[in-house]
């Protein structure tokens, strides 16, 4: 049977474009069809734009560190739309790049919506029709608002860069790592945040002491975070009870006395919003921000008439090379609800081509993924929590906590923590744990070791670079505890 191509892929994000590519330079013909912009979730409205924020967040501390070394630098303010225009500005040049790149490895653009119409059929918005011997679906995910009435009042990640302004006060529902960057962001930017979280600890599923420090610094630096918290109702301000606004001073109400006049003009969008908690507290807020999850994108895909199996949460599924129930379809990414993370979904595309286009079959590695929180300060973290791994043995907890050099000096609380766990049978280091800053970059290179299986006679080898944060991690000689 002749086909229009030997690939067609449906996704324009990491792993699809990354995909395309490698299979174009096999010698493969290759389509790709996106439709919204090319670079999804992670380049168009996740990791790119969040981290760039995560670093204007930062420098809000900046002046009364510098002055307590020595710099006569005065507070500021920090102006929104100057910075939300540069961040357009890059996510358009990134999308070029991204387009120019597919353009260089001669694959075919389609702007469009695609869907399948059988195991070797796509059909595009624009009403025309393309065949190919297989099929890759990258369609990503996105985030769900809760099931209650006027949740459309609330925002996602979706639109948190394209405000038009940035709020006086928000309210974040949600405990996991894009609730909890966000409510770090918008406090550092100078947001009066309030965060709810109806779990007994954010960051469910990481190491607890790891989370609980996060926690502890979240509040400390200004986050009014209430756990076991839930929403339970909410409206337009204006409807609520004739507008009335709080008067209390309240943290966990969005702070000082407002009216609606200063809270219209401060918010975006559809305006303040009333908002009644589980505790039975209720506040105003210019924008309640949802982060309670996100769903694999597969709603109006086609998959039913392609007979494609999906699973309870409508993630693709998948066996060990991402293939799916249909011999010629394959899915990579969110949208198989395995490892959300943009370069686990590049490293399935990758297996993909050596599996299909290569006749190397290959299963992509989702053992041992290194990993960050861009909190305030951030958390980066490889293997087991100590949780998970007293659970499966015997083990020993290697862990200091101290205040940094840096912040000590400006007179800063931050606390720092650096944790091994380890196996008592094997001296295997199962997990490793930091919170400190710039912990995402500690991490990467710590995971390394971890991944290679080093033991924790490895890490004592290795002589301290010393003044740093991580010298820690190759100077604790003897366990904290053992579990």
Known sequence: MSFDYDLFVIGGGSGGVRAARVASAEGAK?????????????????????????????????????????WDIQDGDFDWLPFRTKLNSELNRLEEVYRSLLNGSDVEIFDSRATLADPHTVKLATGETKTAKHILIATGGHPVRPDLPNAHLGITSNEIFQLESLPKSVLIIGGGYIACEFACILNGLGVEVTQYYRGAQILRGFDDEARGLVAEAMREKGVNLHLGTNIVEMRAASDAENAQILTSTDPAMGGAAQDTAALTEAGSGSGPVWVKATNGQEGVYDQVMFATGRSPSTSGLGLEEAGVAVGRRGEVVVDDYSQTNIPSIYAIGDVTNRVQLTPVAIREGMAFVETVFKGNPTKPDHELIPSAIFTQPELGTIGLSEEEAREQEPVDIYCTSFRAMQGAFAGKSDRVLMKLVVSQATDKVLGCHIVADHAGEMIQLAGIAVKMGATKADFDRVCAVHPTISEELVTMKSPMRSA
């Open 30 to 70: 290759v389509a790709l069809a996106e439709e919204y912009r090319m670079g999804g979730t992670c380049v168009i409205r996740g990791c790119v734009p969040k981290k760039l924020m995560v670093f204007a967040s930062g420098y809000g501390e900046m002046p009364e560190e510098a002055r307590a070394y020595g």
